[in-house]
C-alpha cells in the first residue's frame, strides 16, 4: 500500500490540506520549469553514464582543439568515475563539469607530449652548426701539446 500524505498549507490566510504528491510535483514543475509529462527523472548514475556515452562528435572535436595537450578520451573517463564516486557532490550541468574538468588539466600540462616548435628546431639546428664550425676552427692537435708542454716547463721553472 502506497503511503499517503497530506499537508497543511495556506494560501491567502486559508488553511487547507492538500495531497503531497500532487503538492511536489506542482512544485517540481513549477520550480524546475521542466514538463515532465509523466516521465520518471533518470538516477543520477545513468544520467551520468548517458552524458558521457552520447558525447556528440561535434563537443569532442571542439574539445581536442581547445585543449590540444590533453587526452581526451582518458579525462572523460576520470570525470565519469569521479562523478560516479562523489554522489554528495552531484553536479546539474555535465558539459560545463567536463570543460571545467579539462580546461584544469590543461593547465597542469596534460599528458599528451607537444610536438616540438618550430623555432626550438631551428635553435637546435643553430646550436649544431656552431659545434660543428667551432670543430673546424679549433687548434691542430700537434699545437695543443706544443702549447701544454710549453706551459709545464713554464710551472716547473
Known sequence: MPLFLEILIRENGKERWVDSR??????????SKVDYKGK??????????????????????T????????DIKEQLKKCEAWLLSNTNKAKKDFKRFTNNWLSRAMEFG????IQVDTQIEKQIKKQQEYNRQAEIDSAPQEWVQDLLKKTKENMSK
Do not use: C, H, M
Not at 22 to 31: H, R, T, V
Not at 45 to 53: A, D, E, P, V
Not at 110 to 113: A, F, K, L, M, R
Open 22 to 31: 500532487k503538492l511536489f510535483k506542482y512544485l517540481l514543475e513549477d520550480y
Open 40 to 61: 520518471l527523472v533518470d538516477p543520477y548514475n545513468t544520467r551520468i553514464k548517458k552524458f558521457y556515452s552520447n558525447i556528440p562528435q561535434e563537443l569532442l572535436d
Open 63 to 70: 574539445w581536442k582543439k581547445a585543449y590540444p595537450n590533453v
Open 110 to 113: 596534460g599528458n599528451i607530449p
